[in-house]
């Protein structure tokens, strides 16, 4: 079983929607969660990270619900430049604890 | 400021031979990642550095794969023979962390695209 999962999608919605990711994550002793956004062909980029309480950044909520070991992104109002894949990451606890596993991502195409 | 540099960029080169990945992590940045990224297998941490030693290479596939970190400021990922399978994008990334680790994001360079002929 994959560490970190997630749907792959893609979703593809109407400018203007609001749209949410889901992922969800294997290891109970992991210790930070972050959402990263990769444009076709670039390289991976921090889009915001997961605070336990939630927290929002513009259009974009992160939500994380540590007993059910669950993440989510909503994104309001949604742009034609929000179209990328947003990869879900986790920062497991321990020795290794630089280590960030991540999703295989979520294509999301806004349509206009 | 300059961010994580990788050269080349692109690469295509028949298999059995070497390639020979560069990374200039961001100055300042204690902590070197090497990923691979492919569709079918998303992004794998394949080694990663902390003040040039290397940490944890359990992520790399076989011993076709090496890489070194002589200074702060310069890796290699070595693939030697080279293999079809081994075509994927490479990336490299750089943070500054003391050895607890560290929440701050991880800067990632532009990638090599590999082709394995």
């Known amino acids: 079983r994959k560490e970190v999962e997630q749907d792959p999608g893609p979703f593809n919605v109407p400018e203007g929607a609001t749209v949410a990711f889901n992922c969800t994550y294997s290891?109970?002793?992991?210790?930070?969660f972050f959402w990263y956004r990769q444009d076709c062909r670039k390289e991976p980029k921090l889009l915001m990270s997961?605070?336990?309480s939630g927290n929002e950044d513009g259009r974009f909520t992160a939500q994380l619900n540590r007993a059910s070991q669950y993440i989510s992104l909503l994104i309001r109002d949604s742009k034609l430049s929000d179209s990328a894949t947003y990869l879900c990451?986790?920062?497991?606890?321990?020795?290794?604890?630089?280590?960030?596993?991540f999703g295989k991502g979520t294509k999301l195409s806004v349509i206009p | 400021d300059a961010g994580v540099i990788q050269s080349p960029r692109h690469e295509v080169t028949e298999m059995g031979q070497e390639v020979t990945l560069r990374c200039k992590p961001i100055?300042?940045?204690?902590?070197l990642f090497w990923y691979r990224q492919t569709m079918m297998r998303g992004l794998e941490l394949l080694i990663y550095?902390?003040?040039?030693?290397?940490?944890?290479d359990s992520g790399m596939p076989e011993d076709r794969f090496s890489a070194k970190m002589p200074n702060a400021s310069f890796s290699t990922l070595k693939i030697q023979p080279s293999e079809p399978r081994d075509s994927a994008v490479y990336f490299c990334a750089s943070i500054m962390g003391g050895v607890k680790g560290s929440n701050q994001p991880q800067h990632f360079g532009d990638g090599t695209r590999l082709s394995i002929l």
């Open positions: 100055s300042g940045h204690n902590s």
């Open positions: 990451v986790v920062r497991y606890s321990g020795a290794g604890s630089y280590q960030l596993t």
């Open positions: 290891n109970s002793a992991s210790q930070s």
């Open positions: 997961v605070y336990s």
């Open positions: 550095f902390n003040n040039n030693v290397p940490i944890d």
